[in-house]
């Protein structure tokens, strides 16, 4: 008989303790799944915060753009005046954004020598334009080291003709008609522009020396074909 009792009483004591064991395992399962459960809480508040200040900067961003003059905004972006030189040639001193824009801008001068544009640039491969063409085509080719002559109709055929022959025969040129501007005959690249008086003007060969493809350029190399042709 007291072997019996002997026998029964381990048997208890063994399931006692399995249970023992087993109660132990689930606390520390619960353990690990409440530490889980807040790691998984924790990183979704960090997650969310960071997505939050993204989009305030992302807001804050959009604003900027859209007083400097990018987006849908109008402005040119441009702030400044001109300084002009003992040659004649006029410099912007200030800024000249280079905001892409799809719309149409308005500049603070006339033709414009940068701020934002369209993202097609007017092809500047010698090409001579006998219509008005975009400005904000035109500013894309001068961004890509350009030069742009203009003219009105109070410039002579032979002026225009011997002009458009030397942008014919010179790589990042352009020509076109422009009757918006304060004199006959003008030469404009990215923040510089001189009014010349004829086409034999010394100044002519000068300003392209200076600045087809020159130091002002913001895009050296960049093409002036595959643009847009008008």
Same mark, same amino acid.
């Given at each position: 008989?007291?072997?019996?009792?002997?026998?029964?009483?381990?048997?208890?004591?063994?399931?006692?303790?399995?249970?023992?064991?087993?109660?132990?395992?689930?606390?520390?399962? #619960?353990? *690990?799944?409440?530490?889980?459960?807040?790691v &998984?809480? +924790?990183?979704?508040?960090?997650?969310?915060?960071?997505?939050? %200040?993204?989009?305030?900067?992302?807001?804050?961003d959009?604003?900027?753009?859209?007083?400097?003059?990018?987006?849908?905004?109008?402005?040119?972006?441009?702030?400044?005046?001109?300084?002009?030189?003992?040659?004649?040639?006029?410099?912007?001193?200030?800024?000249?954004?280079?905001?892409?824009?799809?719309?149409?801008?308005?500049?603070?001068?006339?033709?414009p020598?940068?701020?934002?544009?369209?993202?097609?640039?007017l092809?500047?491969?010698?090409?001579?334009?006998?219509?008005?063409?975009?400005?904000? #085509?035109? *500013?894309?080719?001068l961004?890509?080291?350009? &030069?742009? +002559?203009?003219?009105?109709?109070?410039?002579?055929?032979a002026? %225009?003709?011997?002009?458009?022959?030397?942008?014919?025969?010179?790589?990042?040129?352009l020509?076109?008609?422009?009757?918006?501007?304060?004199?006959?005959?003008?030469?404009?690249?990215?923040g510089?522009?001189?009014?010349?008086?004829?086409?034999?003007?010394?100044?002519?060969?000068k300003?392209?020396?200076?600045?087809?493809?020159?130091?002002?350029?913001?895009?050296?190399g960049?093409?002036?074909?595959?643009?847009?042709?008008?």
């Amino acid at each position: 008989m007291g072997s019996v009792r002997n026998s029964s009483t381990a048997s208890r004591s063994a399931r006692v303790e399995e249970m023992r064991r087993a109660e132990r395992a689930r606390e520390r399962r #619960n353990r *690990v799944l409440t530490i889980a459960a807040s790691v &998984v809480v +924790v990183a979704g508040l960090v997650v969310g915060g960071v997505v939050l %200040v993204h989009s305030q900067s992302g807001k804050k961003d959009s604003t900027a753009s859209a007083k400097s003059g990018g987006g849908d905004n109008k402005g040119s972006g441009d702030s400044g005046h001109w300084v002009t030189g003992k040659d004649g040639v006029r410099t912007w001193s200030g800024k000249l954004t280079r905001t892409h824009v799809a719309t149409k801008v308005s500049y603070p001068m006339h033709p414009p020598v940068g701020g934002n544009h369209n993202p097609v640039w007017l092809d500047c491969n010698g090409d001579v334009y006998t219509q008005p063409v975009q400005d904000e #085509n035109a *500013v894309h080719a001068l961004e890509h080291g350009a &030069v742009w +002559v203009t003219y009105t109709a109070k410039a002579s055929k032979a002026d %225009v003709d011997a002009l458009a022959a030397k942008v014919k025969q010179t790589p990042y040129s352009l020509m076109s008609p422009y009757e918006n501007q304060a004199a006959p005959l003008i030469l404009s690249a990215w923040g510089h522009q001189v009014a010349v008086k004829s086409a034999s003007d010394p100044e002519v060969n000068k300003f392209f020396t200076t600045y087809v493809q020159g130091a002002q350029t913001p895009e050296p190399g960049a093409s002036c074909t595959g643009g847009v042709m008008k």
